[in-house]
């Protein structure tokens, strides 16, 4: 154990890209597959519209069972006695309205003869206006009616971006709405920058849910990946790929595999893995797998993690190649930082444990940055975690030591319980190597009310634009 000033770590003996699978500490390495067991009334919840679309690899369209009472309904037909309900209020609508315009008129009449008679007292006195003083109506005090912010308080957010072969590079942000809605902003650095709020085509999505959001390289273009939690705390995905989806998104395929999370679980994502937590406070994995009739694994990690913890997947190798090594970064029921080995098909193993913030339950977001010249293809990690001030703070990992990183007026102020999500260069075997440039290198967190985007140039913070939105 090695001890700095306020920093206590837990450092493996070698470089964290290097683990013996000998020295896992997972209570158990059992795999369950999905579909797992769900009540019934759950997925009855989640199926109430005429057709649920399970995406599959083949696209297969699978009808639920709704009776023709409520696909009436959701094919926006009006329920027994609504229609008559419209017609009494459209009767009231009119009577009122004309025995309002009937006043109106009266009112407009007298108005208008006691103005007449005014400028006709007063047109021989020319009015002198006074700097600064309002002389037409256009200069009254506005109105203090606030319309409703679009941002739920406090939301979940989650980003995602890859670089461009011309160096370039794209990312979204994704986060929720007052109504509940889920909305992105998409960001790219050839000069374009921020474009419009895009809706995501969803519903029945859980309030102030967790988000997660991944790119898969594979595909060409590449395809954005969205996970989220509906209202009966099943994992719910949506898909997005230029010129093949539809811009607001197409149902994702594990929605065809109910996996029930904690109604507090947070999601995080990197490509082909999604973490989450279960109702009783475990920590799973689910890979991708492709195959039906279970494309993806739900498999228990044997891990027990403070409710709601945050959770960040890492890639630990800049060439990302199989098993696809990576760390699972969360907070244990004590609150202490740990990270958690990764390999693809394996429960894998617990790499280190990092002491920066006791048992305060804070969010915290994690990103990665490829080691210069390091034979190992090892990545540099960087945690930001919100201290009980709620300001922000970082450590980070560059192949020695887990260090406290200097504090930073840019990180301060942020809102109390913020969300925090940060940008991982999107990589893949064989496709696309993790850049050692830290030009990606941005954490977003709400300040103010407000979306704020900070970036990391490898030694300090800066305050980069703000996420617009309506």
Known sequence: MAHQPGLEVLVPPSDPEIISKNHSTSRNTYTDLAPEVVPVELLHHQSHRPEAILARKDHEKVSAIVTSEESSYAL???????????????????????????????????????????????????????????????????????????????????????????????????????????????????????????????????????????????????????????????????????????????????????????????????????????????????????????????????????????????PLSSSYQAPYHTALVYRRPDGVLSLHSLEYGSAGSELLTVDVGGSYPSSFGSFAVARENDPNNGTNIYILYQTESNDLEYVYYRGDSWKRGPSSDVLKNADPATDITCLTESIWDGLAVMSPKYDMSRCFFYSGGRIKQVHFNGTSWTEAETVPYP
């Not at 609508?93 to 407009?108: C, E, Q, R, Y």
């Not at 007063?122 to 037409?136: C, H, L, Q, Y």
């Not at 994704?174 to 889920?182: I, R």
Request: hydrophobic letters at 35%; glycine letters at 10%.
């Open 76 to 314: 926006g037909n009006p329920a027994p006695g609504y229609s008559k309900y419209l017609h009494g209020r459209h009767r009231r609508l009119l009577t009122l309205s004309g025995i309002g315009i009937f006043i109106l008129i009266i009112v407009a009449a007298v108005v208008g003869g006691v103005v007449g008679s005014k400028r006709n007292d007063t047109s021989s006195v020319s009015p002198t206006a006074t700097p600064g003083t309002p002389t037409s109506s256009a200069s009254l005090p506005k109105s203090t009616v606030t319309p409703p912010r679009p941002l739920q308080s406090n939301s979940g957010l989650a980003v995602a971006g890859w670089r461009t072969q011309d160096e370039f590079f794209n990312l979204r942000i994704f986060y929720q709405d007052q109504d509940d809605g889920l909305k992105f902003s998409e960001y790219k650095s050839d000069g374009a920058g921020w474009g419009g709020t895009t809706k995501v085509d969803r519903e029945d999505i859980l309030s102030n849910t967790t988000l997660g959001a991944t790119v898969i390289f594979e595909m060409n273009p590449p395809q954005y990946e969205l996970f989220f939690l509906n209202t009966s705390s099943l994992v719910t995905g949506n898909n997005f790929r230029d010129r093949v989806t539809k811009i607001t998104g197409d149902v994702d395929s594990i929605d065809g595999y109910p996996i029930l999370a904690h109604s507090k679980s947070r999601l995080s994502t990197f490509w082909p893995y999604v973490a989450l937590q279960k109702p009783n406070e475990t920590l799973h994995i689910v890979n991708w797998v492709g195959i039906d009739p279970t494309a993806w694994q739900n498999q228990t990690l044997g891990i027990d993690a403070l409710e709601g913890s945050s959770l960040a997947i890492l």
